[in-house]
């Protein structure tokens, strides 16, 4: 089955981009997620990314994706303290519904 | 509109009590799923509706009993809970399943159980 890893913590000064990596194991994930988790709170969605695509620019976020490498990245551009949470990558498979998700990466941003 | 909405926001329960959880959506979605989430780790999904039947149960103990009893709502049902039950119960909904396109899910705040 799917497996999703990410690094667990990351720490940024304010101002400064991140970059959160990400690395799936099976090629057939159609779309490839970004979730944000407060906390206490739910799972706020950032964006996504369909498997045949290299690039996605959101404003603040860039998602890019190397399929042959199966990784994922999520650059935030003048982090803010704000974005102090908890960023989960999460796959979707061909046939189904089911998301893998990775096991979550802490975000620290410091002033 | 992309809101999933969860009550209660929290839940203290005793090891013989019955309580409920309950979700909403009014984005038309045919998909409702629930997921427990462990402190500092990812979502584990245990439940998916999809067109108001059960789809999936991730081998989830008889003691959370879900119900769909219309295409907006979703309840999880919980009787004789353990102490290693207490989480953060999320809720999500999707469009269903289709042809092309994400069925990407959209999670409500969660329901923060304690069981005593």
């Known amino acids: 089955g799917e497996d999703v890893e990410q690094s667990l913590f990351l720490s940024v000064r304010e101002g400064d981009s991140s970059v959160i990596n990400c690395t799936y194991t099976?090629?057939?994930?159609?779309?490839l997620y970004w979730y944000k988790q407060e906390p206490g709170a739910g799972l706020q969605l950032l964006t996504y990314i369909f498997s045949n695509m290299d690039m996605k620019q959101d404003q603040r976020l860039t998602v890019l994706l190397n399929k042959k490498d199966k990784h994922l990245s999520l650059r935030i551009a003048d982090t803010q303290t704000g974005d102090s949470a908890i960023y989960f990558c999460?796959?979707?498979?061909?046939?189904?519904?089911?998301?893998?998700f990775g096991p979550g990466t802490r975000l620290s941003v410091l002033p | 509109d992309t809101e999933v909405t969860q009550t209660p926001k929290h839940l203290v329960m005793g090891m013989t009590n019955k309580k409920s959880l309950k979700c909403e959506q009014h984005m038309g979605h045919r998909a409702m799923y629930w997921y427990k989430q462990k402190a500092k780790k990812p979502p584990e999904l245990m439940f998916v509706y999809s067109y108001e039947k059960l789809s999936i149960n991730e081998s989830v103990p008889s003691r959370f009993s879900p119900e769909c009893p219309n295409s907006s709502l979703l309840n999880l049902h919980l009787h004789a809970l353990q102490p290693e039950d207490s989480a953060l119960y999320l809720c999500?909904?999707?469009?269903?399943?289709?042809?092309?396109?994400?069925?990407?899910?959209?999670f409500g705040p969660g329901t923060r159980l304690t069981v005593l």
């Open positions: 999460a796959a979707l498979g061909y046939y189904g519904q089911n998301f893998v």
């Open positions: 099976d090629s057939s994930s159609t779309y």
């Open positions: 999500a909904s999707s469009q269903g399943p289709r042809l092309a396109g994400p069925d990407t899910q959209y």
